[in-house]
């Protein structure tokens, strides 16, 4: 079984390779600055990271089986051509959840404190001229309550912050609280058409969501617009879920106090680019998810997967609806 992962990581690679040892398997990196074409041709499984896989870099793989995700989003993959060629498309759709979480509170702590001021002052030999805040008695927005959005709400929660939730279909009892015995940690949950209501009275907003035709451009100048002045935006999830232009504009404007973002509209994001230059804006490049834990849960993940192709089963992820 020929084995390509499509990412840059050779650490990733080991971890993985300890897991696909046990069954008998192995990986080969490939080497994103040369030409895919020929490399992945004899590809029967690739295991992928953000590399867009369109038809045309499907089709250089003709005896392509999986194609694997490590993680949870696949917005990056055209599911429906890998549908058409009887090819698996698989995720891992839990496995960094605390540690997104995690990196998500850790994001807020760094706005709430102010710290990208603080080290600029640092820098100059400057006292700080900007107080800090706490997150204690705020008001948290998840949107997108799924594994890493209640994890966030567990967290939230033991900093003594009221978290509301948007999410898709919402299980309630009537009155806007969760009516499920799963603990969700959120203090009220409401489906989108609330979006408007919750954004107007949170102190922070927490992106938590797939990118697909529905929350492409979910955040755009009219809900930035009903943002408090003081309110911060975290995105954690994909970069075009928020409109770039009118992100810009806000911040630039100071029409809400900032952002953080793991992710970006095109990654990795360019040193120059205007968004990294504002003051009241904080990048992180994608490693929301990446810690030695995730990693090693992600790869066990991705090796049983591929174990249940090489057997001829399915995998326990697939995301194709109609293979």
Not at 11 to 21: A, G, I, T
Not at 40 to 54: F, M, Q, R, W, Y
Not at 283 to 309: D, F, K, M, Q, Y
């Amino acid at each position: 079984m020929k084995i390509k992962v499509l990412m840059k990581s050779y650490s990733f690679k080991e971890v993985l390779d300890n897991q696909l040892r046990e069954k008998g398997l192995e990986s080969d990196l490939v080497d994103m600055n040369r030409p895919l074409d020929q490399q992945i041709s004899d590809a029967e499984v690739i295991v992928n990271g953000p590399t867009k896989l369109d038809s045309e870099t499907i089709d250089m793989c003709p005896k392509l089986v999986l194609v694997h995700q490590a993680g949870i989003g696949y917005d990056n993959v055209d599911v429906d051509y890998c549908t058409s060629r009887s090819i698996h498309v698989a995720n891992v759709p839990l496995a960094n959840s605390i540690a997104v979480a995690e990196h998500t509170l850790f994001l807020m702590i760094y706005l709430a404190k102010n710290i990208h001021a603080a080290e600029g002052s640092l820098m100059k030999r400057k006292t700080p001229g900007g107080m800090g805040s706490e997150l204690y008695g705020k008001t948290l927005l998840i949107i997108g309550l799924g594994s890493s959005g209640t994890e966030v709400a567990r967290r939230a929660k033991a900093f003594g912050m009221k978290v509301l939730a948007i999410t898709k279909d919402p299980i309630l009892d009537g009155s806007g609280k969760p009516g499920w015995e799963k603990p969700y940690f959120a203090d009220e949950i409401k489906g989108p058409e609330s979006l408007k209501e919750y954004l107007s009275i949170a102190d922070y907003i927490s992106l938590h969501l797939p990118l697909n035709t529905e929350t492409e451009g979910l955040i755009g100048g009219k809900e930035l617009e009903l943002m408090k002045k003081s309110a911060y935006l975290v995105n954690v999830a994909r970069g075009p879920i928020v409109d770039k232009q009118a992100m810009f504009n806000a911040l630039i404007e100071k029409r809400i106090s900032g952002a953080a973002f793991d992710v970006f509209w095109d990654e990795p994001a360019r040193p120059d680019d205007k968004f990294l230059k504002l003051e009241n804006f904080v990048l992180t490049p994608h490693i929301a998810g990446w810690t030695r834990e995730s990693v090693e849960a992600i790869a066990g993940v991705i090796a049983a997967n591929i174990a249940r192709v090489v057997d001829g089963k399915t995998p326990l992820t697939l995301v194709n609806k109609a293979l």
